[in-house]
């Protein structure tokens, strides 16, 4: 399968704790990209890399999120303290430049 | 302020019929324009997209026609099938950021057999 795969594809914390989420774009994409989708919503913006350069990040983004894609493959999203409130689902898309974004399978977060 | 707005949360077509699927903009440095289908626990899979400086593009079943004086554009399926059920979601984008897209809610699409 080439297509964009995120890890894990579900994800069940307690209040407070740590999460961390992986996405593997399709292999020749330089630009990678991270949403949330919450229930009866459309995706939201929350940060996009060119290679391994975090060029935009969402006010969405709050100083509890970090995202890195450190040797410009596959990139991470970490969620520090956990709240309610972050419970959605993760998409990560990517694509070669500017060209349509391709998404992955998301990852679904609840957090008790 | 929602700069992507779909205002029907559902529609349900006939099998062999037309299906239009409508998306208004509010957000004049828009110049990209796309649609993607979703289905339940999967991600957004991309459908057609439209340049601003075009009026219509077609692929297949799927055209998308963009009026930009009354910045709206809207989906036509032809003839629609049930395999076609899904959310669909209109976005957005503008050179200056980057490519990143604004998504509208979604409308769900029912196509009765």
């Known amino acids: 399968d080439t297509g964009v795969s995120q890890d894990p594809r579900h994800k069940i914390t307690k209040r407070g704790q740590n999460v961390t989420f992986r996405c593997d774009p399709i292999?020749?994409?330089?630009?990678l990209y991270w949403y949330r989708q919450t229930l009866g919503q459309g995706p939201e913006f929350l940060t996009y890399?060119?290679?391994?350069?975090?060029?935009?990040k969402s006010r969405l983004l709050s100083d509890r999120f970090s995202a890195e894609r450190p040797k410009g493959s596959f990139s991470t999203l970490e969620i520090q303290r956990t709240e309610q409130g972050d419970s959605a689902m993760y998409l990560c898309?990517?694509?070669?430049?500017?060209?349509?974004?391709?998404f992955g399978p998301g990852t679904r977060l609840t957090v008790l | 302020d929602q700069q992507v707005k779909q205002n029907s949360p559902s529609l349900s077509v006939q099998e062999g019929r037309i299906s239009i699927l409508n998306c208004d903009y509010t957000?004049?440095?828009?110049?990209?324009f796309l649609w993607y289908k979703k289905y339940p626990a999967e991600g957004p899979t991309f459908l057609i997209s439209?340049?601003?400086?075009?009026d219509k593009n077609e692929d297949g079943r799927f055209t998308v026609f963009l009026n930009k004086s009354a910045k709206h554009l809207s989906l036509h399926i032809v003839p629609s099938q049930p395999g076609d059920s899904a959310v669909y979601f209109c976005?957005?984008?503008?050179?200056?950021?980057?490519?990143?897209?604004?998504f509208g809610g979604g409308t769900r699409l029912m196509v009765k057999p």
């Open positions: 890399f060119q290679n391994e350069a975090q060029l935009e």
């Open positions: 976005a957005a984008s503008g050179v200056r950021a980057g490519n990143m897209l604004t």
């Open positions: 292999s020749e994409h330089n630009r």
């Open positions: 898309a990517s694509s070669l430049g500017e060209s349509e974004q391709f």
């Open positions: 439209i340049s601003s400086i075009k």
């Open positions: 957000n004049s440095m828009f110049d990209y």
